[in-house]
C-alpha cells in the first residue's frame, strides 16, 4: 500500500507539472481560477468590514454624485472671477446663483460617509471615525469656507472689501476640473492629442475670462472721478465712449473686457 501511495503521489505531482508545462492556455487557466479565489475572498472581507451609512467611491450614486459636483466646479470656476470684479454685492436678478453654495455644502456632508483607500496598504477603508479624521484633517476647512456666504457677509459687514476677497476660496474647486483632464489622459479609450487640445483650449479660455474680469476690477478701484484716466475710461470705439463705464449694462462691459484682455495678452496691447 505504500508503494501504491507513493506512485499515485509521483503521478499527480508529474500531472501537476504537464498541466503547468504543457501549454499557455493552461497556465491562464490557473492564473485566472487564482485570481478567481483571491476576488471571492477579497469581497468576501470586504464585505464584512463595511459599516452602514458608508459609501462605496465605486458606486453609481457616488459616480453620478461626482459628475453634478463637477459641472459645478466648472460654473462656481467661471463665475467667481465674474462675481468679484463685477459686482460689489450681487444684484438682485443673479442673488439666487448663491444658493448654488447649498449642493457644495451637501458635499460636505457627503465626505464623512465615503470610504477611501488607503495609500499604504491599498486596501479599501470604510470605518466612519477613519474617514472622518482623514476628511477633517485634510480639505475639511478650505471646503466650509468656499460654502460661505461671502456676498451676504459683505452686505451685513457694511460692504467692507475685505470679505470680498474671501471669495477667491472657491477658485480651490477647480482641482476636480484638473483632475477630470488627469484622468482623461491616462485613459487609453481616448486620444491623448485630443485631450490635450481640449485641456489648453479650455485653460485659455479660463485664462482669458479671468484676465478680463481682473482688467475691469483694476479700473473699478479707481475713484469716479478719475475713470477717465483708466483703460476703459478712455476708450473710445466709433461713436461710443465709455467715459462713464459703470453705467454701461453688463455684457458690453465685459466684451470690452474681454477684447482688452485678448488684445493685451496676444499682442502688446491696445
Known amino acids: 500500500m505504500g508503494r501504491r501511495s507513493r506512485a499515485e503521489e509521483e503521478y499527480e505531482v508529474n500531472e501537476v ?10 497556465r491562464l487557466c490557473l492564473v485566472s481560477s487564482e485570481l478567481a479565489i483571491r476576488k471571492s475572498t477579497a469581497s468576501f472581507s470586504t464585505r464584512f468590514t463595511r459599516e452602514a451609512g458608508v459609501i462605496d467611491p465605486g458606486s453609481r450614486f457616488c459616480s453620478c454624485w461626482e459628475k453634478i459636483i463637477f459641472l459645478w466646479s466648472i460654473f462656481s470656476s467661471f463665475f467667481t472671477p465674474l462675481e468679484f470684479c463685477f459686482f460689489r454685492g450681487l444684484p438682485e436678478h443673479l442673488a439666487s446663483l448663491e444658493s448654488a453654495q447649498i449642493i457644495f455644502l451637501v458635499d460636505v ?3 464623512f460617509f465615503i470610504a477611501y483607500k488607503d495609500l499604504h496598504s491599498h486596501n479599501m477603508v470604510y470605518d466612519r471615525k477613519s474617514i472622518a479624521i482623514r ?8 471646503d466650509l469656507m468656499g460654502c460661505m456666504p461671502w456676498d451676504a457677509i459683505y452686505k451685513v459687514t457694511g460692504r467692507r472689501e475685505v470679505i470680498r476677497y474671501m471669495i477667491w476660496i472657491r477658485l480651490y474647486r ?14 487609453v ?17 479660463y485664462c482669458t475670462h479671468t484676465g478680463a474680469c481682473i482688467f475691469y476690477y483694476l479700473a473699478t478701484t479707481i475713484p469716479a472721478s478719475e475713470e477717465g484716466y483708466t483703460w476703459i475710461g478712455s476708450l473710445t470705439m466709433g461713436d461710443h465712449k465709455y467715459i462713464h463705464f459703470r453705467e454701461i449694462d453688463f455684457w458690453t462691459r465685459y466684451i470690452t473686457s474681454l477684447y482688452f484682455a485678448i488684445t493685451t495678452m496676444a499682442t502688446v496691447g491696445t
Do not use: C, H, P, W
Open 17 to 26: 507539472e504537464d498541466t503547468i508545462t504543457g501549454s499557455f492556455g493552461s
Open 135 to 142: 476628511y477633517a484633517k485634510g480639505r475639511l476647512l478650505v
Open 109 to 111: 456632508v457627503l465626505q
Open 174 to 187: 477647480a482641482r476636480k476640473v484638473a483632475q477630470f483632464f488627469k484622468r482623461m489622459e491616462k485613459d
Open 189 to 205: 479609450r481616448i486620444n491623448y492629442l485630443f485631450t490635450r487640445i481640449v485641456k489648453l483650449i479650455t485653460v485659455e479660455l
